[in-house]
Every structure is written in structure tokens, then in C-alpha cells.
T-cell receptor, first 109, second 116 residues
Framework: GQNIDQPTEMTATEGAIVQINCTYQ??????LFWYQQHAGEAPTFLSY????GLEEKGRFSSFLSRSKGYSYLLLKELQMKDSASYLC??????????FGTGTRLQVFP | DVKVTQSSRYLVKRTGEKVFLECVQD?????MFWYRQDPGLGLRLIYF???????EKGDIPEGYSVSREKKERFSLILESASTNQTSMYLC???????????????FGQGTRLTVV
């Protein structure tokens, strides 16, 4: 089976840094994805990690530790438009893609 | 740009009806997925398909079936719709990797189904 956990809600201030954690337990692990979903819209891809370490992409970075079953998404210089849900998803070697319940981030001025 | 198109944005059906949700992708992707999204429960995988006529159950397949007769089209079927199937349904497609790696999945805009 699989289990993916992430916080339900987080709040932060414009210009700040926020870290959204995701822990997982699964067999056949084949990479971890982060998606962003604005209210009423489809999820859009942010990042993918398959090896341990940090992947940086502009204001967003994603980290993976396979031995700990742990990932985080780091958002820097927060903007109001970053208010959205952030979805952690685990890829499997069968190509199955399983999502966590998502973290709703609210950014305040 | 990859395009994943779901046939309806909003749908209202009666209890007991047979409902078809259609999804078409234009990038020759091998993998296609159907999820439902409910508040507090996130995206839950109903079925996925890794090739024409091939399908795998996801976490919540009960009450649903799927059809993939052509590579670009993946249909979700509610055999006899019930009120607890009222939800947002999202289709996604992805390049197939044969288990050798994983790639970005692209989503359709979703179908909000209400069963009354």
C-alpha cells in the first residue's frame, strides 16, 4: 500500500519563505512530484525529484530524501498569486501516480 | 503544448443513469489516468491505463469502469450513478516510461459531476 502525508493548511506573509513537507510510505518508488492547483483550475506541474537532494527552479525548490521517505517544497519571496493548493504525488515503477491530500497555502499581504 | 480535453465542464445526471466521461489527449501519451477530487480527500486514483485496451485499478474503482479503445481517448463510465459519486473528475495523461522513470502528467480542466 501507500501513504502520503502533508499538512492540510498553511499561512504565510507576502515576501516570506514557506516550506511544505510531504512524507510518504510506498513500494516501488519512482520519483516524487509537486503540483500547484489554484481554486477551480487543473493541477499544474512544479517539480520532480527522483534522486536525493535539492532541485532549484526560480523561486521554488524541491528536496527529496528517499531513505527518510520525505520531501519538501520551498517557496521563496512569496507572492499573493502563490495562494493555492500544493499537491505532493508519488510515482511508481508501474507508472501509477498517487497524490496526497494537498496543502492549501494562503498568502497574506 | 500538450492538450488534455474533457468532454464536459459541468454535468448533472440522475441517480441510476449510466454516465460517460470522455478524455482526449493529443500528444500520443501511453499513460492516462482518471481521478476524483473531493474536499479534504485530495485526488484519488480511480483507474489508469498504460496502453490501448490495458487498464489497472486505482484506489477507488468501485462503481466505475473504463474504456481505452484508442490511444488518445480514455473514458470513465459510471454504470449506475449514485449521489456519492458527485465530485470533480480529473483526467491526466503522461508519457509512458515502462517503469524506467517518471515524467510530468498533464491534466484536463475537470468535469464537475452532480448526481441528483
Amino acid at each position: 500500500g501507500q501513504n502520503i502525508d502533508q499538512p492540510t493548511e498553511m499561512t504565510a506573509t507576502e515576501g516570506a519563505i514557506v516550506q511544505i513537507n510531504c512524507t510518504y510510505q510506498t513500494s516501488g518508488f519512482n520519483g516524487l512530484f509537486w503540483y500547484q492547483q489554484h481554486a477551480g483550475e487543473a493541477p499544474t506541474f512544479l517539480s520532480y525529484n527522483v534522486l536525493d537532494g535539492l532541485e532549484e527552479k526560480g523561486r521554488f525548490s524541491s528536496f527529496l530524501s528517499r531513505s527518510k521517505g520525505y520531501s519538501y517544497l520551498l517557496l521563496k519571496e512569496l507572492q499573493m498569486k502563490d495562494s493555492a493548493s500544493y499537491l505532493c504525488a508519488v510515482g511508481h515503477n508501474t507508472d501509477k501516480l498517487i497524490f496526497g491530500t494537498g496543502t492549501r497555502l494562503q498568502v497574506f499581504p | 503544448d500538450v492538450k488534455v480535453t474533457q468532454s464536459s465542464r459541468y454535468l448533472v445526471k440522475r441517480t441510476g443513469e449510466k454516465v460517460f466521461l470522455e478524455c482526449v489527449q493529443d500528444m500520443d501519451h501511453e499513460n492516462m489516468f482518471w481521478y476524483r477530487q473531493d474536499p479534504g480527500l485530495g485526488l484519488r486514483l480511480i483507474y489508469f491505463s498504460y496502453d490501448v485496451k490495458m487498464k489497472e485499478k486505482g484506489d477507488i474503482p468501485e462503481g466505475y469502469s473504463v474504456s481505452r479503445e484508442k490511444k488518445e481517448r480514455f473514458s470513465l463510465i459510471l454504470e449506475s450513478a449514485s449521489t456519492n459519486q458527485t465530485s470533480m473528475y480529473l483526467c491526466a495523461s503522461q508519457v509512458g516510461t515502462g517503469g524506467g522513470g517518471n515524467t510530468e502528467a498533464f491534466f484536463g480542466q475537470g468535469t464537475r459531476l452532480t448526481v441528483v
